[in-house]
């Protein structure tokens, strides 16, 4: 069955998938767009996606590595804490707007609802979105981002995952953040401290309908108004 809200982009390797991902604007880059990256300015956005700077390649830092090494473990305990989902993974996999084509997504993992018995409501049969998160932690305050509410998700985070509904069209993104803490007292006993959480993005919910059409507006005006003009931008879009 072909999805109407997008064409697959089927690649067999990360070479190839690098090249065809920067000629997108990725969930990653959503942040950006909206001025809220930890990491990454509009400016340097835009500077990647027309070859001025190369993007940047951080797979050789420990703590990516150790995401990507934990990324099968991850997946398969998600689906024994929530077995309500048949779950699938293409590893390279560009999926590309037709609405949107400069728009697309790598998903960490594409689900589906396979029991309409699930604490959601979700129906059977309805698409969704896995989407993992690794990442550190040393003080109780470094996990409010994730544990302010039963609902929460850090701004940045929850901004990339309207993207990969934008780009979808599905139901439903389910967050499952794996954070670790080393251990760097005598009482962490040599052993490391880990928090899970999962959150999920539902399109039923206002709050998230209202953020797809804002973040579709401001991805487009950056595209339309920066990177096809030639235009570099110095601050975030105003819409």
């Not at 998230?208 to 059409?213: D, L, T």
């Amino acid at each position: 069955m072909v999805d109407k809200a997008f064409r697959r982009i089927s690649i067999d390797n990360h070479g190839d998938w690098l090249i065809e991902r920067n000629a997108h604007l990725q969930a990653s880059d959503a942040a950006a767009v909206m001025g809220i990256s930890p990491w990454k300015s509009m400016a340097e956005l835009y500077d990647e996606k027309t070859g001025r700077i190369p993007a940047k390649n951080i797979s050789d830092k420990p703590y990516v590595r150790y995401g990507i090494d934990m990324e099968p473990i991850a997946r398969n305990a998600f689906m024994l804490d929530c077995p309500y989902f048949t779950l699938e993974y293409h590893q390279y996999d560009i999926l590309e707007s037709f609405e949107f084509p400069w728009m697309g997504a790598t998903l960490d993992g594409e689900l589906t609802v396979a029991s309409p018995m699930n604490p959601w409501g979700l129906p059977a049969g309805a698409k969704g979105i896995y989407e993992g998160k690794t990442g550190g932690w040393i003080r109780e305050s470094d996990l409010a981002e994730w544990d302010g509410t039963r609902s929460y998700v850090p701004p940045h985070y929850f901004t990339q995952g309207i993207h990969q509904l934008n780009v979808t069209g599905w139901d439903f993104v389910i967050f499952h953040a794996r954070l670790k803490r080393d251990p760097y007292r005598d009482s962490d006993m040599g052993f490391p401290d880990i928090r899970t959480f999962y959150r999920i993005l539902d399109c039923r919910s206002y709050e998230v309908e209202n953020a797809k059409r804002v973040l579709k507006e401001a991805e487009q005006s950056f595209w339309d108004g920066y990177v096809r003009k030639g235009k570099r931008p110095s601050r975030r879009i105003a819409i």
